[in-house]
Nanobody, 119 residues
C-alpha cells in the first residue's frame, strides 16, 4: 500500500501564495510520476501540474495552461515528495487539490486539501 499525505492548503487572499506538499510512503518501489489535480463541485477533476520522477524525462514538469507562470511543481526524490508552489492566486483557483501518485504497481490519490482564495 502507498500512502499519500498532503498539506499546505488553506485560505488566502487573491494575489497571495500557498505551497502544497505531498509525501508518499509505504510500499514504494519506483515512482513514475507525481502531481496535482484539482476539483470544484460539479466539475471534473483537472490537471494542475505533474512531474516525472525517473527516466529521460525525469524532472520535467507538465503544467495546465492556467498554471503556467504562476505555479511551480518540484520534487524531492529522497523524500518521495512533490511540492506545488502557487503564486498570484486568483479566486478561480479555489478548489480541492489532490495529489496523484503513479508508481510501477499502483496509482493512488491523496485525500485532498482545500485551497480557498478570497477576492
Amino acid at each position: 500500500q502507498v500512502q499519500l499525505v498532503e498539506s499546505g492548503g488553506g485560505l488566502v487572499q487573491a494575489g497571495g501564495s500557498l505551497r502544497l506538499s505531498c509525501a508518499a510512503s509505504g510500499r514504494i518501489f519506483s515512482i513514475n510520476e507525481m502531481g496535482w489535480y484539482r476539483q470544484t463541485p460539479g466539475q471534473q477533476r483537472e490537471l494542475v501540474a505533474t512531474m516525472r520522477f525517473g527516466g529521460t524525462s525525469g524532472g520535467i514538469p507538465n503544467y495546465a495552461e492556467f498554471a503556467k507562470g504562476r505555479f511551480t511543481i518540484s520534487r524531492d526524490n529522497a523524500k518521495n515528495t512533490v511540492y506545488l508552489q502557487m503564486n498570484s492566486l486568483k479566486p478561480e483557483d479555489t478548489a480541492v487539490y489532490y495529489c496523484k501518485y503513479v508508481g510501477n504497481w499502483s496509482i493512488n490519490w491523496g485525500q485532498g486539501t482545500q485551497v480557498t482564495v478570497s477576492s
